[in-house]
């Protein structure tokens, strides 16, 4: 099966953040992603609040519920208590921690799963109070027992850290090296029992090799390559080129 697509409205957030105006609308663009076939949407809700806000959590939650039941919402964000308490109100299907500081530009890397092990065990029971399903930000070559830790703690799923392999844009001979060591890691993944997403810097370009070397991927979130992508050709246009990326026949 192709991995689902899950459309991250950050930078469209960030955009509408530049005035003091409603937008983009989150909403609305979140609405025609998800009617193009997108699988969910994703938000990374920072403590400064720079592009998704909180009061955006309930407003996209309730598209969700309301208009397309079979998507998923997935929040983003690292385990600090308040982080924990927005998730429990929002009740996302999937919640993905990462090891930000909040002064991060962007997610960069991966967990350290065997420093970060108490920190995630607490952080994973009490957002699976809800249901939850539980990614964790790990690094493209994280070994197998690194990962162990990862299942140990409660995971139910990694997402793969893609931001080396979309920086060889230009370099298509280390693309193939990079896509390789990401399969690799999945299969590590795999053989604990978790499941495999991926995320950053994946483009219609770069995403067709990543799921043929990863082609049991569950789950990609993609959001900068496909605002960027939805400028020129439209929401509903580029959500559909990046599920045909993803390998789907649409």
Not at 193 to 221: C, K, Q, W, Y
């Amino acid at each position: 099966m192709p991995a689902v697509l899950s459309v991250n409205v950050n930078a469209i957030a960030l955009l509408r953040n530049r005035r003091d105006l409603p937008w983009p609308d989150l909403r609305e663009l979140g609405r025609i992603a998800l009617e193009a076939g997108a699988g969910g949407l994703t938000v990374h809700p920072r403590p400064d609040q720079r592009h998704v806000r909180f009061s955006d959590l309930p407003v996209l939650r309730a598209l969700i519920d309301d208009a397309f039941p079979e998507a998923e919402f997935n929040i983003e964000g690292y385990p600090s208590d308040d982080f924990i308490a927005l998730c429990l109100a929002a009740e996302p299907e999937q919640v993905t921690l990462v090891p930000d500081d909040p002064a991060q530009a962007t997610s960069d890397h991966g967990w350290d799963f065997i420093a970060n092990r108490d920190l995630l065990k607490d952080a994973i029971a009490r957002l699976k109070v809800n249901g939850a399903r539980v990614s964790l930000f790990a690094d493209g070559d994280a070994r197998l027992e690194a990962l162990q830790v990862a299942r140990e703690v409660g995971a139910d799923r990694i997402e793969l850290y893609t931001g080396p392999y979309g920086g060889c844009h230009d370099d298509p001979e280390r693309a193939k090296v990079m896509a390789a060591e990401l399969g690799e890691t999945a299969k590590r993944a795999q053989s604990l029992g978790l499941g495999v997403n991926a995320g950053h810097d994946l483009t219609v370009e770069n995403m067709p090799l990543l799921a043929r070397a990863i082609p049991f991927l569950a789950e990609v979130s993609i959001g900068h390559a496909l605002t960027a992508d939805a400028l020129i050709y439209g929401m509903a246009e580029t959500v559909r080129r990046f599920r045909r990326a993803c390998g789907e026949t649409v």
